[in-house]
């Protein structure tokens, strides 16, 4: 199956620092989503980004599919940020069965 | 919109017992899935479905675990009989349709003694 790799695996950031999270991917996708697990565990969806860049706030993404990887960036870091970051792409041909990476665990500090 | 339900929170059972674990997705979403996570493992897929039809169930551990969709608006997830391996946390999610954003539910933390 596709093979799914995020970087760094920890990040510890002062609030109010930037910072680039990298999900590289094994194989051509159509879609690729971002995801946010909050310390209480909840997951929340960041972004459905194909391909291009989209902005919500502090955060943007940016997928160059052809290259086969997705970049998270985080501006202006706050506490409410901590978490793990997912990004997942479906598996080779199908829509629908993402594969998930492994994560990457920031950790923003005052 | 309320997102997607799930209940109970939290579950703590005797191995053997049954567990049944529920959700609500999105009213107007057409798809589900259940997702298991754990340290060793991440977040796998057990089972998803399209229009309530269980499309791809290979993620389904052992024949312990069972998953029916009798309506668009309820999703049950059942493990009989349980064992302490399966304790995780269980999310349920759904989308508008297949390759759509994916939105979780809260999640159901599952102890299995």
């Known amino acids: 199956g596709i093979q799914v790799e995020q970087s760094p695996p920890d990040l510890i950031l002062q609030e109010g620092a930037n910072s680039t999270l990298r999900c590289n991917f094994s194989?051509?996708?159509?879609?690729l989503q971002w995801f946010h697990q909050n310390p209480w565990g909840q997951l929340i969806n960041l972004f459905y980004?194909?391909?291009g860049t989209k902005q919500n706030g502090r955060l943007s993404a940016t997928t160059v599919a052809t290259e086969r990887y997705s970049l998270l960036y985080i501006s202006s870091s706050q506490t409410t940020d901590s978490g793990v970051y997912f990004c997942?792409?479906?598996?080779?041909?199908?829509?629908?069965?993402?594969?998930f990476g492994t994560g990457t665990r920031l950790q923003v500090t005052l | 919109d309320a997102g997607v339900i799930q209940s109970p929170r939290h579950e703590v059972t005797e191995m053997g017992q049954e567990v049944t674990l529920r959700c609500k997705p999105i009213?107007?979403?057409?798809?589900l899935f259940w997702y298991r996570q754990t340290m060793m493992r991440g977040l796998e897929l057990l089972i998803y479905?399209?229009?309530?039809?269980?499309?791809?169930d290979s993620g389904m551990p052992e024949d312990r675990f069972s998953a029916k969709m009798p309506n668009a608006s309820f999703s049950t997830l059942k493990i009989q009989p349980s064992e302490p391996r399966d304790s995780a946390v269980y999310f349920c999610?759904?989308?508008?349709?297949?390759?759509?954003?994916?939105?979780f539910g809260n999640g159901t933390r599952l102890t299995v003694t």
């Open positions: 997942a792409v479906p598996n080779t041909g199908t829509a629908s069965k993402l594969t």
């Open positions: 999610a759904s989308s508008p349709g297949l390759g759509s954003p994916l939105h």
């Open positions: 980004i194909p391909s």
């Open positions: 009213s107007g979403h057409n798809s």
């Open positions: 194989d051509s996708v159509n879609n």
């Open positions: 479905f399209n229009n309530n039809v269980p499309i791809d």
